[in-house]
């Protein structure tokens, strides 16, 4: 019932590419055989509707499958990977999970049976209107992981309206809101999803070079990675149409680079948050960090400088935080946004702002202006706590060259940032590291 659409859409394709997994190509037609074996394999073992299901698992032809038939039997859905292994028993918890299919690397299945009963005031809320859910937790690198609630129905909706079908790469994490809406967006519309158990720029833009694919859903610190290791001159990205980017800000050298590499590759930037859904966005160009958002169903407002969303497919709320909604029902991302006519620049997140002698620094300004520099690889930029001034400016860098002395490159990134920013931009302290610390999904990890 839930998934008549995409139902309806996978019999229109029929024997059309609709998955490569490890190597292997399966048809829209075996993705509907798929849900229907899971559908009756569901029904055999009584898996009530409403039950809290954790999936864990990867990208994959059975996932797919498995996910989108516990949408259809009304379940209430929390996928999760191998990459949040260490938070695995915090999320049951938090999710009062009641039933985990494990899907291995090989295609086999485990159930379990977990010892919570599920009575969130959420999953009552989804029961009682027979419409299915899903849970997707936040990073928690601030702090504990939050637990979202989403009606998949309403999340579902706005993939009725059709678009270009095209190859794309699952990038995302399949536990990650951003991967689901991948997944939706591909198979909704007639393309193909190539899975990547190697998310490394090489295996990455090998998977693009072996499966001509077209669109490369990724993120700026993996597009930095790709231009680090070189991995864009060891391969053929031809076939790429679209790099889509977003979950941080992007620095506008990177952007320039890849733009003037592949000037017919279309860059689009990206804005979505668990909580409120992706939006349709418009970049103003290529080379622009400038992007027009809205799309079906959403509506943005700018609010003491701040963005804020309305959303018909926002999540009804958090599993362990309070309610993050105004009182006329907006989120408030707590993004920073600067405007120009329709279009908007995200300067970046409120949280992250350095506040020196009561004078703001942006991380993402101060860290385009270091990577303007040939021989920095990575850089991040945060607070250190300060007497005087309350908190002064600090970086860690990469070099692409580790013989130039470390002293030098010091000297040079404040020579540099010294003759682009004001003073109280300048960092104070610069750390030069081997690498820098990147998590699970392909982003800096920030110091607030």
């Not at 009062?96 to 010892?115: C, H, R, T, W, Y």
């Not at 105004?326 to 329709?342: C, K, S």
């Not at 001034?389 to 580790?402: H, L, Q, R, S």
Request: glycine content about 6%.
């Amino acid at each position: 019932m839930h998934i008549d659409f995409f139902k309806k859409v996978f019999d229109e394709y029929g024997e059309k590419d609709a998955v490569v997994h490890s190597g292997k190509v399966y048809s829209y037609n075996s993705l509907s055989e798929r849900i229907l074996y899971w559908e009756n394999e569901i029904k055999s073992r009584d898996i009530q509707p409403g039950t809290v299901v954790f999936i864990e698992a990867d990208f994959s032809p059975n996932s797919i499958a498995l996910f989108l038939a516990l949408t259809d039997i009304v379940c209430i859905i929390v996928p999760i990977t191998g990459a949040t292994a260490p938070k695995k028993d915090e999320f049951i918890e938090i999710a009062q999970g009641e039933l985990l299919i494990k899907i291995e690397s090989d295609e086999s299945v485990k159930f379990e049976k977990l010892d919570h009963k599920a009575d969130h005031e959420y999953y009552s809320e989804l029961r009682e209107k027979n419409e299915p859910g899903l849970v997707v937790f936040s990073s928690g690198s601030s702090g504990k992981s939050k637990g979202m609630v989403l009606n998949l129905k309403d999340v579902m909706e706005k993939f009725k309206h059709r678009r270009r079908g095209l190859r794309a790469i699952s990038f995302l994490l399949f536990d990650h809101f951003g991967g689901v809406n991948t997944m939706f967006h591909i198979l909704s519309n007639g393309g193909c999803l190539v899975t990547v158990a190697d998310r490394t720029p090489d295996g990455v833009l090998q998977a693009v070079e072996d499966f001509k694919v077209e669109l490369l859903p990724t993120s700026p610190t993996f597009i930095n990675l790709i231009f680090l290791n070189e991995a864009y001159k060891r391969h053929d990205i031809s076939s790429l149409q679209v790099v889509s980017y977003g979950t941080e800000p992007m620095p506008e050298s990177t952007l320039k680079r890849f733009h003037s590499l592949y000037p017919n590759i279309k860059l689009q930037q990206t804005y979505g948050l668990s909580e409120t859904g992706v939006m349709r966005s418009k970049s103003k160009s290529s080379d622009s960090l400038w992007v027009k958002l809205g799309g079906e169903g959403f509506e943005t407002r700018i609010v003491d400088g701040m963005l804020e969303i309305k959303s018909q497919s926002a999540m009804l709320g958090y599993l362990n935080a309070p309610d993050p909604y105004t009182a006329d029902g907006w989120f408030r991302t707590m993004d920073l946004v600067e405007t120009d006519g329709e279009y908007m620049r995200i300067l970046g997140r409120k949280s992250e702002i350095i506040n020196v002698g009561g004078e703001k620094v942006y991380p993402a300004e101060v860290e385009n202006t270091i990577q303007e520099l040939d021989i920095i690889g990575e850089v991040l930029v945060y607070p250190e706590k300060n007497p005087i001034v309350g908190n002064i400016v600090c970086a860690e860098v990469t070099i692409k060259d580790k013989n130039i002395d470390k002293k030098e490159i010091k000297k040079l990134v404040k020579k540099h940032c010294a003759s682009k920013l004001r003073s109280y931009k300048v960092p104070v302290k610069i750390k030069v590291l081997d690498e820098m610390g990147i998590n699970a999904r392909f982003k800096k990890k920030r110091k607030v």
